[in-house]
């Protein structure tokens, strides 16, 4: 059973950077794909990143493009989502999370449907 927890997140102004972590056990940690979601009350979890196994693939939602980047440590079983440029649309709450294991398909899944274990989840609160 695989075991995800997120930490990182806060509040802070706009304009500001976070560094959210979220540290696996459980599992083959490099066989699977991870993803960063948020989701806002009465909306749909949204994946804002996403990261392959070996981190050499990665995808951006559109409204974070340029600033967030998703990073993988494989040796330290975490994978990272800096975020940069806040801005007060980026409040939500952020989850991690991982698919069962692979080896061979896509790099990487962007839908909530597609991974298998979800943290408890970070608030990020931005102020204006």
């Known amino acids: 059973q695989v075991q995800l927890v997120e930490s990182g997140g806060g509040l802070v102004q706009a304009g500001g950077s976070l560094r959210l972590s979220c540290a696996a056990s459980?599992?083959?940690?490099?066989?699977?794909?991870m993803g960063w979601f948020r989701q806002v009350p009465g909306k749909e979890r949204e994946c804002v990143a996403a990261i392959s196994r070996s981190g050499y693939n990665t995808y951006y939602a559109d409204s974070v493009k340029g600033r967030f980047t998703i990073s993988r440590d494989n040796a330290k079983n975490t994978v990272y989502l800096q975020i940069d440029s806040l801005k007060p649309e980026d409040t939500a709450v952020y989850y991690c999370?991982?698919?069962?294991?692979?080896?061979?398909?896509?790099?990487?899944?962007?839908?909530?449907?597609?991974?298998?274990?979800w943290g408890h989840g970070t608030q990020v609160t931005v102020s204006s």
């Open positions: 999370a991982a698919s069962v294991t692979y080896y061979s398909g896509p790099s990487y899944y962007t839908r909530a449907s597609q991974y298998a274990y």
């Open positions: 459980g599992g083959t940690f490099s066989s699977r794909s």
